[in-house]
Protein backbone atom coordinates (compact mmCIF):
# COMPACT_ATOMS: atom_id res chain seq x y z
CA UNK A 1 0.00 0.00 0.00
CA UNK A 2 2.57 2.34 0.67
CA UNK A 3 4.49 1.86 -2.76
CA UNK A 4 1.19 2.75 -4.49
CA UNK A 5 0.76 5.49 -2.19
CA UNK A 6 4.76 6.91 -2.85
CA UNK A 7 3.35 6.62 -6.94
CA UNK A 8 0.60 8.48 -6.78
CA UNK A 9 3.19 11.40 -4.79
CA UNK A 10 5.40 11.04 -7.02
CA UNK A 11 2.95 11.45 -10.31
CA UNK A 12 1.75 14.34 -8.29
CA UNK A 13 4.68 16.14 -7.95
CA UNK A 14 5.93 15.53 -11.53
CA UNK A 15 2.60 16.96 -12.80
CA UNK A 16 2.65 20.13 -10.38
CA UNK A 17 6.49 20.66 -11.81
CA UNK A 18 5.72 20.31 -15.11
CA UNK A 19 2.75 22.37 -14.87
CA UNK A 20 4.39 25.24 -13.07
CA UNK A 21 7.23 25.34 -16.11
CA UNK A 22 4.87 25.54 -18.62
CA UNK A 23 2.87 28.14 -17.05
CA UNK A 24 6.05 30.02 -16.86
CA UNK A 25 7.18 29.22 -20.66
CA UNK A 26 3.38 30.74 -21.81
CA UNK A 27 3.84 33.65 -18.99
CA UNK A 28 7.13 34.76 -20.75
CA UNK A 29 5.98 34.43 -23.87
CA UNK A 30 3.01 36.28 -23.52
CA UNK A 31 5.19 38.88 -22.29
CA UNK A 32 7.15 39.24 -24.92
CA UNK A 33 4.78 39.01 -27.44
CA UNK A 34 2.40 41.72 -26.12
CA UNK A 35 4.49 43.92 -24.01
CA UNK A 36 7.94 43.35 -24.87
CA UNK A 37 9.45 42.73 -28.55
CA UNK A 38 13.57 42.26 -29.43
CA UNK A 39 14.59 43.66 -32.85
CA UNK A 40 18.42 43.52 -34.10
CA UNK A 41 19.22 47.42 -34.73
CA UNK A 42 20.07 47.88 -38.58
CA UNK A 43 22.73 50.82 -39.92
CA UNK A 44 25.11 52.88 -38.00
CA UNK A 45 22.26 56.05 -37.84
CA UNK A 46 21.78 55.74 -34.22
CA UNK A 47 25.44 55.72 -33.68
CA UNK A 48 26.57 55.99 -30.87
CA UNK A 49 23.86 54.99 -28.88
CA UNK A 50 23.12 52.14 -30.96
CA UNK A 51 25.17 50.26 -33.24
CA UNK A 52 24.20 48.26 -35.80
CA UNK A 53 23.58 44.64 -35.05
CA UNK A 54 22.82 45.45 -31.66
CA UNK A 55 19.57 43.25 -29.98
CA UNK A 56 17.26 45.61 -28.21
CA UNK A 57 14.11 45.03 -26.57
CA UNK A 58 11.24 48.08 -26.66
CA UNK A 59 8.21 48.32 -24.47
CA UNK A 60 5.93 47.48 -27.34
CA UNK A 61 2.96 48.92 -25.29
CA UNK A 62 3.92 52.91 -25.86
CA UNK A 63 1.18 55.49 -24.75
CA UNK A 64 2.45 59.00 -25.68
CA UNK A 65 5.47 60.11 -27.48
CA UNK A 66 7.66 62.19 -25.89
CA UNK A 67 10.77 64.07 -26.81
CA UNK A 68 13.92 62.06 -27.01
CA UNK A 69 12.55 58.50 -26.39
CA UNK A 70 13.99 56.67 -28.74
CA UNK A 71 11.56 54.40 -30.95
CA UNK A 72 10.97 51.68 -33.68
CA UNK A 73 8.57 52.52 -35.95
CA UNK A 74 7.54 50.84 -39.38
CA UNK A 75 7.36 53.58 -42.02
CA UNK A 76 5.03 52.10 -44.69
CA UNK A 77 5.78 55.07 -47.41
CA UNK A 78 9.18 54.97 -47.22
CA UNK A 79 11.27 54.89 -50.57
CA UNK A 80 12.66 51.53 -51.46
CA UNK A 81 16.31 52.50 -50.62
CA UNK A 82 14.68 52.96 -46.75
CA UNK A 83 14.51 50.00 -44.24
CA UNK A 84 11.44 49.67 -43.47
CA UNK A 85 12.06 49.53 -39.99
CA UNK A 86 13.40 52.38 -38.15
CA UNK A 87 15.26 53.04 -34.79
CA UNK A 88 15.35 56.89 -34.53
CA UNK A 89 14.88 59.75 -31.18
CA UNK A 90 11.71 61.83 -31.49
CA UNK A 91 13.05 65.58 -31.69
CA UNK A 92 9.42 66.70 -31.70
CA UNK A 93 5.78 66.01 -31.17
CA UNK A 94 2.65 67.59 -32.69
CA UNK A 95 2.25 71.23 -32.58
CA UNK A 96 6.32 71.90 -31.92
CA UNK A 97 8.02 73.42 -34.24
CA UNK A 98 11.25 72.11 -35.89
CA UNK A 99 14.37 74.11 -37.02
CA UNK A 100 18.06 73.18 -38.25
CA UNK A 101 19.68 76.90 -37.57
CA UNK A 102 23.32 77.56 -38.77
CA UNK A 103 26.23 78.11 -36.27
CA UNK A 104 28.83 80.42 -35.98
CA UNK A 105 31.33 78.16 -37.66
CA UNK A 106 29.36 78.55 -40.93
CA UNK A 107 29.37 74.57 -41.19
CA UNK A 108 27.16 73.08 -38.38
CA UNK A 109 23.63 73.09 -37.46
CA UNK A 110 22.05 73.08 -34.10
CA UNK A 111 18.28 71.65 -33.65
CA UNK A 112 15.93 74.33 -32.39
CA UNK A 113 12.49 73.01 -31.10
CA UNK A 114 9.88 76.19 -30.25
CA UNK A 115 13.43 78.39 -30.53
CA UNK A 116 14.98 76.52 -28.00
CA UNK A 117 18.50 74.87 -28.97
CA UNK A 118 18.29 71.35 -27.57
CA UNK A 119 21.06 70.30 -25.57
CA UNK A 120 21.69 66.93 -27.26
CA UNK A 121 24.78 65.36 -25.23
CA UNK A 122 23.79 61.46 -27.23
CA UNK A 123 24.62 62.95 -30.89
CA UNK A 124 27.77 61.66 -32.84
CA UNK A 125 28.56 65.41 -33.97
CA UNK A 126 27.22 68.10 -35.22
CA UNK A 127 24.95 68.13 -37.44
CA UNK A 128 26.22 68.80 -41.55
CA UNK A 129 23.15 68.35 -43.55
CA UNK A 130 19.96 69.55 -43.01
CA UNK A 131 18.77 67.36 -46.07
CA UNK A 132 15.01 68.57 -47.33
CA UNK A 133 13.87 70.22 -44.69
CA UNK A 134 15.79 73.27 -44.61
CA UNK A 135 13.38 75.84 -43.22
CA UNK A 136 11.40 75.55 -39.98
CA UNK A 137 8.03 72.63 -40.10
CA UNK A 138 5.55 72.19 -37.26
CA UNK A 139 4.56 68.46 -36.68
CA UNK A 140 0.97 67.49 -37.17
CA UNK A 141 -1.36 66.30 -35.04
CA UNK A 142 -0.76 62.53 -34.74
CA UNK A 143 2.67 62.83 -36.18
CA UNK A 144 6.47 62.80 -34.09
CA UNK A 145 9.64 64.25 -35.92
CA UNK A 146 12.45 61.82 -35.40
CA UNK A 147 16.40 61.77 -35.65
CA UNK A 148 19.30 59.52 -35.68
CA UNK A 149 21.40 60.49 -33.14
CA UNK A 150 24.47 59.89 -36.20
CA UNK A 151 22.50 62.87 -37.57
CA UNK A 152 25.26 63.38 -40.47
CA UNK A 153 24.66 59.12 -41.81
CA UNK A 154 20.75 58.95 -40.79
CA UNK A 155 17.50 59.08 -43.07
CA UNK A 156 14.94 60.37 -40.65
CA UNK A 157 12.33 62.71 -41.09
CA UNK A 158 15.05 65.62 -43.13
CA UNK A 159 14.32 63.46 -45.77
CA UNK A 160 11.24 63.56 -47.80
CA UNK A 161 11.70 59.58 -48.42
CA UNK A 162 10.89 59.31 -44.72
CA UNK A 163 9.26 62.64 -43.64
CA UNK A 164 7.68 62.89 -39.79
CA UNK A 165 6.35 59.70 -38.52
CA UNK A 166 2.84 58.49 -37.92
CA UNK A 167 2.30 57.55 -33.91
CA UNK A 168 0.09 54.91 -35.25
CA UNK A 169 3.38 53.15 -36.82
CA UNK A 170 5.36 53.44 -33.69
CA UNK A 171 6.04 50.25 -32.86
CA UNK A 172 7.49 50.84 -29.32
CA UNK A 173 10.35 52.78 -27.37
CA UNK A 174 13.56 51.14 -26.85
CA UNK A 175 14.60 50.68 -23.35
CA UNK A 176 17.53 48.25 -23.35
CA UNK A 177 20.43 47.00 -25.03
CA UNK A 178 20.84 43.31 -25.10
CA UNK A 179 24.05 43.30 -26.70
CA UNK A 180 25.64 46.16 -24.38
CA UNK A 181 23.54 45.26 -21.07
CA UNK A 182 22.65 48.74 -20.58
CA UNK A 183 19.24 50.93 -20.25
CA UNK A 184 19.22 52.67 -23.54
CA UNK A 185 18.12 56.87 -22.79
Do not use: H
Not at 8 to 17: C, V
Request: charged letters at 25%.
Amino acid sequence: MSNKKEKTTFTSMAFDIVSIMATAVVAVGLCFVCLFRTIQVSGSSMFPTLYDGEQIILQSVYTKPQNGDVVVTAQPNASPFIEDVLVKRIIATEGQTVKLERNDDGYTFSVYVDDVKLDEPYINEPVERTLDYWKPVTVPEGYVYVMGDNRNDSSDSRDDDIGMIREEYIMGKVVYSISSNKAVK
